[in-house]
């Protein structure tokens, strides 16, 4: 049995629900769960006055369903088990967390697994701005863990982040790789301005440009110097590991070949873009 | 026992316990990766000599590879963790690095009993190469001047079989060969065993000791048709010559199917006789009868 929460009374004031992850919920009765503290504004509050909780089939820890957008730090920090968020999720989704499933089915909002150390946040939608992201004044984003987004997501994907992978099957924002340490971030659509600026390792690939249409072509910053043009077979890995997750890039494992830079120049140049060419 | 108006006598193989590795070899081409097979499982026929016994397990298609590329699957076998961790990481960087376009994979699961292959190559790129994580395994990659050179950090081991083997007696030289080869189709490709020496037929069988104080082994006598008349002889009246199939697995149960297969396989025309090598069960544990390993598949 899965632990069912249904949104019955959507705040435009956003809830705080830290306890809304798979290590607060399990072992605890409706009753339990109904009482458990989320902070509404400034106030304090109790889970049952905004969710319907109850029981119901299933293998998943919990099930979160209704727009959750206003509701913040779903699994956050969560260890373990699978939490489904059937609708969207607000910000902090997954953010900090060390293993176990996350699976939006809508979109997710700003910072979702921001920090995280480990486990894996499946978007169904779009994502929102620092995806795998530090927070503001955090030398270190992402430590390891696989974020993947069947939509967009918008600016500084994966900032500083130093180990995991994002993969995203639209388009970014703009500064994707911003200050990233290393970990890898496959795009299927093209990125935004400024892509791995100031990178200081890693890998941002690029899956979106379209031969002959100059208005789909990756623009770099100069600080990104051309290598060469090759087929690097850890890519097709990746590409292959994708798919057990059932996220398919635009592009099948082992067909074509990438341009690759180095960069960012104005850090040690140790990082890389790959940008695919059919 | 008959089998196909073929004696199989009633003796036994006597394998012996070895540490193996498996390593999954792709390339960007079905010839480069037959290339590299052949110069990464050269020279490691019999570890009386050679560091390792190696050979191909079987080609593998790019569905199977972890970059979607045609591969094969090479086992290597060496008599203890540390002398396996040598061979492979020597094999892999003169005879896989080198070649042109190929990545090389671990193909068993990686427990405290491992081997670092690209954790020791990686030294190669000088400071330029690139670790990879994905899944919990880690890859590196070497810069090289085709592009890069990727390579699994760590390669897990197992306790595997070796010395799996039988004779097979025949009227001529030819008849022999022909049968060895039948034998050699019918275990080729089985998956978790290799034959390792040329062609997987073996032509120098050996006892162990020699006359010669240094010489651990020494040619197999009582099998040489030319030694009838001054060595005490194995051959039955006809035989004009022997072929050995000797096969490594990662367990004694494959290896007992490889050596049913074989066998069945190499019974036909001008064949006097299947018998086995073993050293009256001194060398090792394993002990695989030929009567019992047939058996289960009748006369």
């Not at chain 1, 705080?16 to 409706?30: F, N, Q, T």
């Not at chain 2, 197992?158 to 010395?163: C, T």
Request: hydrophobic letters at 40%.
């Amino acid at each position: 049995m899965s632990i069912l929460l249904r949104l019955r009374n959507a705040s435009p004031i956003p809830i705080e629900a830290e306890c809304l992850s798979p290590d607060r919920l399990e072992g605890l009765a409706v009753k339990e769960i109904e009482r458990l503290e989320v902070d509404h504004g400034n106030e304090r509050a109790r889970v049952a006055d905004f969710f319907e909780v109850g029981l119901r089939d299933g293998n998943e820890a919990a099930v979160i369903e209704g727009d959750c957008s206003r509701v913040k730090h779903i699994g956050a920090g969560m260890t373990r088990g699978l939490l489904v968020v059937d609708g969207n999720a607000g910000m902090h989704a997954g953010a900090e967390m060390s293993g176990g499933r996350l699976e939006v089915r809508g979109n997710a909002g700003d910072w979702t697994g921001a920090e995280m150390r480990a486990g894996r946040i499946h978007i169904r939608g779009d994502a929102g701005h620092l995806l795998g992201g530090a927070y503001r004044g955090s030398r270190t984003g992402m430590r390891g863990g696989v974020i993947l987004v069947e939509g967009s997501a918008r600016n500084e994907v994966g900032c500083s982040m130093r180990r995991g992978l994002i993969a995203v099957r639209g388009q970014v924002g703009d500064f994707p790789g911003v200050s990233m340490h290393a970990g890898n971030i496959l795009v299927g659509g093209l990125p935004g301005v400024r892509a791995g600026a100031g990178m200081r390792r890693g890998s941002l690939i690029f899956f979106g440009e379209t031969p002959g249409d100059s208005q789909r072509q990756v623009e770099l910053l100069p600080t990104f110097s051309y290598d060469c043009t090759y087929r690097p077979p850890f890519v097709s890995l990746y590409l292959k590991k994708l798919q057990s997750w059932k996220l398919s890039l635009p592009v099948p494992a082992g067909e074509g070949r990438y341009r690759r830079y180095s960069g960012d120049l104005v850090e040690s140049g140790k990082g890389e873009i790959l940008v695919w060419q059919a | 026992m008959i089998l196909n108006e073929v004696e199989i006598e009633d003796t036994f193989a006597e394998a012996f316990p070895m540490t193996a590795a498996r390593c999954v070899v792709t390339a960007e081409t079905e010839p480069w990766v037959r290339t590299v097979a052949q110069v990464a499982t050269g020279y490691a026929t019999s570890v009386i000599s050679c560091d390792a016994e190696a050979g191909i397990e079987r080609m593998v298609a790019p569905e199977e590879t972890p970059d979607g590329r045609p591969g094969v699957s090479l086992l290597f076998f060496a008599f203890n963790r540390d002398a396996l961790q040598k061979a492979v990481m020597n094999r892999v960087g003169q005879c896989v690095m080198t070649c042109p376009t190929t990545a090389c994979y671990n193909g068993l699961p990686v427990t405290e009993k491992h081997i670092q292959i690209g954790g020791q190559l990686r030294f190669f790129g000088d400071g330029y190469q690139i670790s990879k994580w994905l899944s919990g395994r880690r890859y590196w990659r070497i810069p090289v001047m085709d592009g890069e050179f990727t390579c699994e950090d760590k390669f897990g081991t197992q306790k595997g079989v070796a010395g799996g083997n039988f004779l097979i007696l025949g009227e001529s030289q030819a008849a022999a060969l022909k049968a060895s080869e039948a034998a050699v189709a019918a275990i080729s490709g089985r998956g978790d065993v290799i034959l390792p020496f040329p062609g997987g037929v073996v032509r120098s069988g050996s006892k162990v000791g020699s006359r010669y104080r240094k010489l651990r082994a020494s040619t197999n006598d009582a099998f040489c048709p030319t030694l009838r008349g001054l060595a005490k002889s194995a051959l039955p009246e006809g035989t004009n010559a022997v072929y050995e199939i000797v096969i490594d697995g990662l367990a004694q149960g494959p290896v007992e199917e490889a050596m049913r297969a074989g066998i069945r396989a190499s019974c036909g025309p001008g064949i006097l006789r299947i018998s086995a090598g073993n050293y009256g069960g001194k060398l090792g544990p394993h002990l695989i009868r030929l009567h019992e390993i047939l058996k289960s598949e009748g006369r």
